[in-house]
C-alpha cells in the first residue's frame, strides 16, 4: 500500500511540475474505463437507520442489491431490484454506536447495566423510537456526545466492524464488483455537518486491527486526519476520506479559521489534500455544487436545495435555528474560489478536491433513480409516509433522488479504483450514467472532439479531471476537450457548461459561467398529468473543444464542467399521481434538470 501511495504522490507532483502547453502524457496511451458505483450507504448498523425503520437490512443486503439481486425492503418489505447494477459500493455505517442499538433492543446485559443503556431499551419497547433518536439529536446539538459514551460498547462495534469487513471481503470480486470496507465519521458540533467518509483499500485482518475513528474519539476533521496518517502507517495501509453535506455545514466546510480557531495553514492544506482528495457534491439531502445567494447569475444554481440542518442550531443569541442558512465555505464552487484566495495568502491551496455523488441511502439500497426511489429512511419509503416527519427537522418528501460516483479507472478493482480516487479522476452526476470525459491542455485542435480515439487525444496532448496544471506568464490559452454522452435510459443532453473562478491581483476570487455547446432545442413539455415527457432536440452526445476566451496566464484558475439533460419528472410527481393528489401536497417541484459535475482542473500560473 505504501508503494501506492508513493506512486501517486509522485504522479501529482508530476502533474504540478508539469510544463503547461508541453503536451506530456499521462496515465498511458491506453484510455481509462467508467465504472459506477456508491461510496455512501448505511444499513440497519447505523444508530439512525435502525431507530427510523431499518431493523433487517445489513451490509450483505447492500452489497446484494447493487449487485443487482432482489431484496426485501426494510420498511414495506416488497421485494425491490436496483434497475441496473453497480460496478463498486462502500457500506459506510455510523463509526458513532457502530451496531449498539440493535443490541440494546435486544437486551445485552452488559449495555443495559447503564442507566443511560437501561433508560433507552425501556424506551424503545415503549415504540418511542423517534424520540429516542431526537433525543440522541438534541445532544449531539448541545455538544454533549460524550454523555452517550457508557452505551457505546467496545466489544459490540469490535464484533460489528468484524461483520462489515468480511461482508466486504465476502462480496468483492475483482474485475467485476468491488466492495470497500468504510465508516462514517460522523462530526455535527452544535449541529454544522462535518461529516466525513472513510474508505480502505484493504480488508481482512487488516482492516480488523483497528476499529473506525469516530466523533466520540474526536470532532475535529484535523484530528481525523492525524488519525488516518498514524493508522495507515502503523497497518501499512491507506485510507480515503470523503466529505459531504457541506450544505449543511453552515460555512464551516471550507473554512479560513479551523474547528480550534487557527487560520488554516500549510500543514492543514496538506493534510486536507494528502487524505480527503475528494468531496461529495450531491447526494439525498441535496446538491452541494453552488446557491442562488452565492451564485445570483447562475440560472441553475436553485437544483435540488435542501433547507434543513440535522439539529437545532444554537445562535449566539441563544435561540435555535433549523435553517441551512447558504454562506461561503458551504458549497463546492465558493470552497474552490477560497482555495485560489488562501493560496495567496499561505502559499498553499487548502481546497483542491475533486467531486463524486453518493446517495447517503438509509435503507441499504443504492437507489437513486426518480422512478425507482425508496427512501431516505425505511419509515419514509411510502408514499402514504412521505409527508411526515423523518429526522426532526424534514419530511420524507424533502429527500432527493441522488446521486452517483462515476470512476474512470485502469481496473475495477479495489487499488485501481482507489487510485483513481487519489488523483482525482473522478465526478459526481445527479442519478443518470452520463459518461464524462474532460481534459485541459493547449494544444488541441477543433477536430481533436470529433475523433474516435477522443480518450486517447485527451491523454496524449494534455491532463485528465482532477489535474493541476503549471503556466508561465506567455502561456498559450487555456482549452479543455470535453465529451458527454447520454445516459441510454436518461433525457437527451440539453448543454456542456464550463465553469471557471479565478484570483485577480488583489487576492479577490471571481466565477463565470460559459456554455461550451449548446444545441437545438425544440418543443418541451413535461406533462404534470402523468409526469411523461415530450422534448423535441438535445442530443444523444455532445463533444467540444473549449478555449478561454478571458484566459490570463497570470491567475491561478479551476476549470470544470457542468452537463444538463432535457427535463423530467422529480419522485414527487409520481408520489402525488400514485396518491392521487395535487402535487403542490409535496411542497416540491415536479420538474428537474439531471445533471453531471467533473472534477475541476487547475491552472496555476507559476
Known amino acids: 500500500m505504501k508503494n501506492l501511495r508513493t506512486a501517486l504522490l509522485g504522479s501529482t507532483l508530476a502533474l504540478s511540475m ?42 450483505d443486503t447492500a452489497y446484494r442489491f447493487a449487485k443487482g439481486l432482489p431484496v426485501v425492503h426494510p420498511g414495506h418489505r416488497a421485494r425491490v431490484r436496483i434497475d441496473r447494477p453497480l460496478d463498486f459500493l462502500v457500506v459506510t455505517d455510523h463509526a458513532e454506536f457502530l451496531g449498539v442499538f440493535a443490541e440494546i433492543e435486544a437486551g445485552n446485559p452488559a449495555i443495559l447495566s447503564t442507566k443511560m443503556g437501561k433508560r433507552i431499551y425501556d424506551d424503545l419497547k415503549a415504540g418511542k423510537q423517534n424520540e429516542v433518536f431526537a433525543d440522541i439529536v438534541g445532544l449531539v446539538a448541545r455538544g454533549k456526545l ?13 464484533s460489528v466492524w468484524s461483520k462489515m469487513v468480511d461482508f466486504a471481503d465476502a462480496h468483492n470480486e475483482p474485475g467485476k464488483f468491488t466492495s470497500f470496507t468504510g465508516w462514517e465519521w460522523s462530526s455535527m458540533p452544535n449541529s454544522v455537518n462535518l461529516h466525513r467518509i472513510v474508505f480502505t483499500t484493504d480488508g481482512g485482518d487488516t482492516a480488523k486491527s483497528y476499529l473506525p475513528f469516530s466523533s466520540i474519539d474526536s470532532s475535529k476533521p484535523r484530528d481525523l486526519w492525524a488519525w488516518m496518517e498514524k493508522t495507515s502507517t502503523k497497518y501499512d495501509t491507506d485510507f480515503v476520506a470523503i466529505g459531504h453535506n457541506m450544505n ?9 479559521v479551523d474547528e480550534s480557531g487557527n487560520p488554516v495553514d500549510l500543514a492543514y492544506a496538506q493534510a486536507r489534500a494528502k487524505w480527503e482528495p475528494v468531496e461529495e457534491v450531491i447526494q439525498y439531502k441535496g446538491d452541494s455544487e453552488t446557491h442562488p445567494i452565492l451564485s445570483p447569475v447562475d440560472e441553475f444554481a436553485g437544483f435540488e436545495k435542501y433547507k434543513h440542518l440535522l439539529g437545532p442550531h444554537i445562535l449566539p443569541n441563544g435561540k435555535r435555528s433549523i435553517e441551512a442558512t447558504p454562506a461561503v465555505g458551504a458549497f463546492m464552487r465558493s470552497g474552490l474560489r477560497r482555495g485560489l484566495e488562501l493560496e495567496q ?3 498553499a491551496n487548502p481546497y483542491k478536491f475533486g467531486v463524486v ?8 439500497l443504492a437507489s437513486v433513480d426518480e422512478g425507482n426511489f425508496h427512501g431516505k429512511y425505511a419509515n419514509d419509503s411510502r408514499p402514504e409516509t412521505k409527508h411526515k416527519p423523518t429526522v426532526p427537522t424534514s419530511v420524507g418528501w424533502d429527500a432527493s433522488a441522488q446521486g452517483l460516483s462515476a470512476v474512470w479507472a485502469d481496473e475495477n478493482t479495489r487499488d485501481g479504483i482507489t487510485a483513481a480516487f487519489k488523483r482525482r479522476e473522478v465526478y459526481a452526476t445527479s442519478g443518470p450514467r452520463i459518461a464524462l470525459r474532460v481534459f485541459g491542455g493547449t494544444s488541441f485542435k477543433s477536430y481533436d472532439a470529433k475523433r474516435p480515439n477522443l480518450a486517447k487525444i485527451g491523454y496524449k496532448k494534455g491532463f485528465p479531471m482532477g489535474s493541476e496544471i503549471t503556466g508561465h506568464a506567455k502561456a498559450k490559452p487555456m482549452q479543455l476537450l470535453i465529451h458527454a454522452a447520454k445516459d441510454p435510459m436518461s433525457q437527451n443532453l440539453d448543454r456542456l457548461q464550463v465553469v471557471k473562478g479565478w484570483v485577480d491581483a488583489n487576492g479577490k476570487s471571481h466565477e463565470k459561467i460559459y456554455d461550451a455547446k449548446r444545441t437545438k432545442i425544440g418543443k418541451q413539455e413535461v406533462r404534470i398529468s402523468d409526469a411523461t415527457t415530450h422534448h423535441e432536440g438535445g442530443a444523444s452526445q455532445l463533444a467540444t473543444v473549449w478555449t478561454d476566451p478571458d484566459f490570463n496566464p497570470t491567475q491561478n484558475a479551476f476549470y470544470y464542467v457542468r452537463v444538463l439533460e432535457l427535463p423530467s419528472t422529480r419522485h414527487t410527481l409520481l408520489d402525488a399521481i400514485a396518491l392521487e393528489e395535487d402535487p403542490a401536497i409535496t411542497k416540491h417541484t415536479s420538474v428537474l434538470r439531471e445533471r453531471a459535475f467533473s472534477s475541476p482542473i487547475w491552472y496555476n500560473s507559476q
Do not use: C, M
Not at 450507504?41 to 437490512?57: E, F, I, Q, V, W
Not at 460524550?146 to 469490535?158: M, S
Not at 449543511?248 to 479560513?256: A, I, K, N, V, W
Not at 455523488?357 to 441499504?364: E, L
Open 18 to 59: 508539469a510544463s503547461f502547453g508541453a503536451g506530456a502524457t499521462l496515465a498511458g496511451d491506453a484510455p481509462t474505463q467508467l465504472y459506477w458505483g456508491d461510496t455512501h450507504l448505511h444499513t440497519s448498523y447505523s444508530l439512525d437507520a435502525y431507530l427510523l425503520g431499518n431493523r433487517s437490512a445489513d451490509p
Open 146 to 158: 460524550r454523555d452517550l459514551a457508557p452505551i457505546n460498547a467496545k466489544k459490540v462495534r469490535t
Open 248 to 256: 449543511l455545514s453552515l460555512g464551516r466546510f471550507f473554512p479560513e
Open 345 to 347: 495568502k499561505i502559499g
Open 357 to 364: 455523488g453518493a446517495s447517503d441511502s438509509h435503507t441499504a
